[in-house]
């Protein structure tokens, strides 16, 4: 592995953190803690200003109006974006969005890149992505999936419930995991646009973190018709596809996580560095010192077993068992930074005067969310104990 970073990316790097610091996080005072979400009139005006710095879509290739990034690169910026809870969605690269474009690059024929991508890419709509499904239906384990199409003559006729799907609420096109004619091995991708009749947004679903754009959504899908134009890749293939989404995804959502914790660290030095207790700085205190030294190398160690699965990915290796590694470690770590923030800064970090109690409610989704830890773990000690995988 060659761990140096190509010097045009640590330009960018650099770049872009000066202008999350002096553009983005001053924004964050806009932040409805109510709502859960930003004022999409502060958005759209951020926005404006990524497109003219020329930072847009930072994960697509050049060809599609991105900067040509290879995954490494690009969990190195998504990095620097997660200092902001609100600077994925600025920058057009926030869940789903940027899972689905990523999707949508590798699966969807031209008619539906010109209906879908081209338009998301241009941050003219949003998506979302409809697979997991409340109890008895899909979660950590896919083969539970109740979602079902019916084939019927040039179109497939789709029943089912979604939930938790992020950024429902305002979406335009839906990508839907669902069983064909109750068959679990012809899981397929359908493309659903949010005004086909059959369909229903039920509600916003009210949870302790953030909302961002659309909120995580529970829907209802009642012979719904879908034609054969609107299937994302071929019959059957739904899971496979979902792997090339999520395996990815789930890095740059570590990467976003290693920003916000390393944020969080940060904050938690800032204060200790001015609050005087017992006639001296608290980060003059050897205990405090310690909760530093714990929190700044456990983010560095899951920072470097991220960038390793990048780099597998990148060289066409499996990564299966170093993503859910990365994963699990990266949202513990992120948990541990912020609860330990909070703890440093005291009454200050535990009040809304610091961002860290709203890091601290979007933080412990992390453990949940893209498989709960304990499915990763399961599936890291299972390959090990079958030499699945090995040192």
């Not at 970073?5 to 924004?27: A, H, S, Y």
């Amino acid at each position: 592995m060659d761990f140096e970073i190509p010097q045009e990316v640590e330009t960018l790097r650099k770049n872009i953190q000066d202008f999350i610091t002096n553009e983005i996080v001053p924004l964050e005072k806009h932040y409805d803690y109510e709502k859960g979400r930003m004022p999409e009139d502060i958005n759209q005006q951020a926005r404006a200003k990524v497109k003219a710095a020329g930072f847009w879509t930072p994960h697509l290739p050049k060809s599609e109006g991105g900067l040509g990034l290879d995954l490494i690169g690009t969990c190195i910026i998504f990095s620097e974006l997660g200092r902001s809870p609100i600077a994925p969605y600025i920058f057009n690269c926030d869940a789903p969005d940027e899972g689905n474009m990523h999707l949508l690059s590798l699966a969807a024929t031209e008619k539906q890149k010109e209906l879908i991508l081209h338009p998301l890419i241009k941050g003219n709509l949003r998506t979302g992505f409809a697979m997991t499904e409340p109890a008895p239906g899909a979660g950590s384990d896919p083969t539970t999936l109740q979602t079902n199409a019916e084939k019927q003559g040039d179109k497939y006729i789709l029943n089912g419930r979604k939930w938790y799907c992020t950024g429902a609420n305002g979406a335009k096109y839906l990508i839907v995991m669902a069983k064909v004619n109750g068959s679990f091995r012809k899981t397929t991708m359908f493309l659903v646009p949010t005004d086909a009749k059959g369909y229903t947004m039920v509600r916003e679903i009210e949870l302790m973190g953030s909302h961002g754009p659309g909120g995580h959504c529970e829907l209802n899908f009642e012979n719904v018709e879908v034609p054969e134009d609107m299937i994302l890749g071929r019959i059957g293939e739904g899971f496979r596809l979902s792997q090339e989404r999520l395996g990815p995804a789930r890095l740059t959502h570590c990467m976003r996580w290693t920003g916000m914790a390393r944020r969080a660290l940060s904050i938690a030095r800032s204060y200790a560095k001015e609050r005087q207790v017992f006639s001296s700085r608290i980060a003059d205190h050897q205990g405090i010192q310690w909760m530093f030294a714990e929190r700044a190398t456990e983010i560095e160690m899951a920072f470097l077993l991220t960038l390793k699965a990048a780099w597998l990915l990148k060289t066409g290796k499996d990564a299966r068992q170093e993503t859910s590694m990365a994963k699990w470690k990266v949202s513990e770590s992120l948990c541990n930074t912020i609860d330990m923030a909070i703890q440093i800064c005291g009454g200050k970090g535990y009040s809304r005067d610091l961002p860290l109690e709203l890091f601290y409610r979007d933080a412990r989704a992390a453990r949940i969310a893209d498989g709960p830890s304990e499915v990763h773990k399961m599936v890291i000690g299972r390959n090990y104990v079958s030499e699945k995988w090995d040192f």
